[in-house]
């Protein structure tokens, strides 16, 4: 199956939507980020047998799965597998803003990646297998910050030819191995903390305004009253949502946009951890080399 790739642009009459396509001999990836007038309710269909890994990095939507019989209802941060011989579904927009992640894979080299997987995958891939229509899990993974990050890697990929190709196959390997962890622990979570769809809109807010402000982020009483949480439910909840604690999450974010800068900008490693609220240059250095394994001057000579 063949899929123009590249940037495309798609103008309808309540708003806008960009896309960006990658194809790795059979797999498919796609980023796609739209933007609304006002909410709207659009059909997506298709005839292509494949498995799907769907992320919904951002807004709020539901969409009715006609060969699954089923509504979800969705809040952006959470990432599942589908599969059905083909599909068609009701999309219902319910912010004006919508960003989403997506990976196809041929049914047959699907099988052959999780043949070997945890027992879900497992029982996953014998419906598939069978031609059944099915869901990975009725339990909805979040989007922690290693799946985040490597949308991200995807996203921001400058290799090309014969290079781009192993690393988008080797980094939809690594979101397949991630997503089915993730949800086979969300499967397992006897007695979740946050269970609310509100409060989980308010923990996904914490997330973005965190992305937003990386560099000068507010403090934990300040993110407090502005998602209107108490500071336990946000500690809590962010962890139990996105497995790390608050600062957890911004020093990752920290460092991988430091890594993105070394090898995107002429900027010194000193002026990004002056940027990016460092105490230290030193210190600064000590966590990258914590975090990556190498140093930021190896970087900057080696992307």
């Keep these: 199956m063949k899929y123009p790739e590249g940037k495309q642009r798609q103008a309808f009459e309540n708003g806008v939507s960009d896309r960006m396509v990658w194809q790795c001999d059979d797999i ?41 019989g089923r509504t979800f209802d969705l809040v952006g941060g959470h990432h599942n597998i589908l599969y059905s011989p083909e599909f068609d579904m009701v999309v219902q927009s319910k ?9 196809q894979f ?45 949308i991200e890697q995807i996203i921001h990929c400058k290799y090309g030819g014969d290079l781009r190709n192993i690393f988008l196959l080797s980094k939809s390997v690594e979101l397949l191995v991630l ?36 560099t000068d982020p507010p403090n934990l009483s300040q ?7 108490n500071e336990y439910k946000l500690k809590r909840g ?18 991988h946009l430091a890594h993105r800068y070394l090898q995107d900008t002429q900027k010194t490693a000193a002026e990004i951890s002056m940027e990016l609220g460092f105490a230290t240059p030193q210190h600064f250095s ?16 080696n992307p």
């Design 238 to 255: 962010f962890k139990e949502t996105f497995n790390t604690t608050v600062f957890g999450y911004l020093a990752e974010q920290r460092l």
């Design 286 to 301: 000590n966590a990258f080399r914590k975090k990556f394994g190498v140093t930021p001057v190896s970087v900057r000579n």
């Design 28 to 68: 498919v990836l796609g980023h796609t980020h739209s933007v609304f007038k006002e909410p709207a309710t659009f059909p997506a269909s298709s005839t292509n047998d494949v498995v799907r890994m769907h992320f919904g990095l951002k807004g709020d939507y539901l969409f009715t799965y006609k060969q699954l």
């Design 179 to 214: 997503c089915a962890e993730a949800c086979s622990t969300a499967e397992q979570r006897k007695d979740a903390f946050i269970r609310s769809k509100a409060d989980k809109e308010k923990l996904i807010a914490v997330r973005d305004l965190i992305n937003e402000k990386v």
């Design 95 to 103: 912010t004006l803003e919508i960003e989403t992640f997506g990976i």
């Design 223 to 229: 993110i407090s009253r502005m998602v209107g949480l």
């Design 106 to 150: 041929p049914t047959s080299l699907f099988i052959r990646f999780s043949e070997n997987a945890n027992d879900l995958l497992k029982r996953f891939s014998e419906n598939v297998l069978n031609g059944k229509s099915t869901l990975l899990s009725d339990a909805w993974g979040s989007i922690d910050p290693p799946i985040q990050q490597v």
